[in-house]
């Protein structure tokens, strides 16, 4: 991952748990693998900015509680925007919908048929395999192996 731009990270549901909204000054407990994640941009020397609704048209006071709140559980203050711009090269948001660029596709719905494909593979070659393992062995492969065991919890209840 090329080291300039910066990736954009969503605050209430991606980084932190979020059921609904409190108070400014409420932020919800760190999401352990996003927050793995982010100490692992961060280690890499990428640029990582928390992306949320929150910091619209707010007051000072709201943008320390959430420079608080990264400060403690990833160890920076980290920039925080609403703004998306040029320099995005990411945005990890629990709302966002990927798409393919230039195409209208989205990106999931590619994936989902990538490993359909491969799954399809799996069985002309007499292999028998459900197409969850499929999805969970891809996961894991590319998944980074320090965040493995994150990665594995997470997907362990997954079904597509
Ligand atoms: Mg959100």
């Not at 292999?127 to 990665?151: I, N, P, Q």
Request: with cysteine; proline share 4%; net charge negative.
């Amino acid at each position: 991952m090329s080291k300039r731009g910066w990736i954009g990270v969503d605050l209430d549901g991606t980084l932190a748990q979020y059921d609904n909204w409190v108070s400014p000054d409420r932020i919800g407990d760190p999401i352990p693998l996003m927050v793995a994640r982010v100490k692992g941009w961060l280690g890499q020397g990428v640029e990582v900015r928390i992306m949320t609704a929150r910091a619209w048209n707010a007051p000072q006071e709201v943008i320390d509680c959430i420079q608080d709140w990264t400060e403690k559980h990833i160890g920076h203050r980290l920039p925080v925007t609403c703004t998306k711009e040029d320099g995005m090269i990411q945005l990890w948001d629990d709302r966002a919908v990927g798409v393919v660029p230039n195409s209208g596709l989205r990106a999931e719905s590619v994936l989902h048929a990538a490993l359909k494909r491969h799954h399809e593979w799996h069985q002309e070659d007499g292999l028998e395999m459900k197409l969850g393992d499929v999805y969970f062995d891809c996961a894991s492969a590319y998944c980074d192996s320090s965040l493995e065991e994150e990665t594995t919890a997470a997907l362990a209840g997954y079904q597509p």
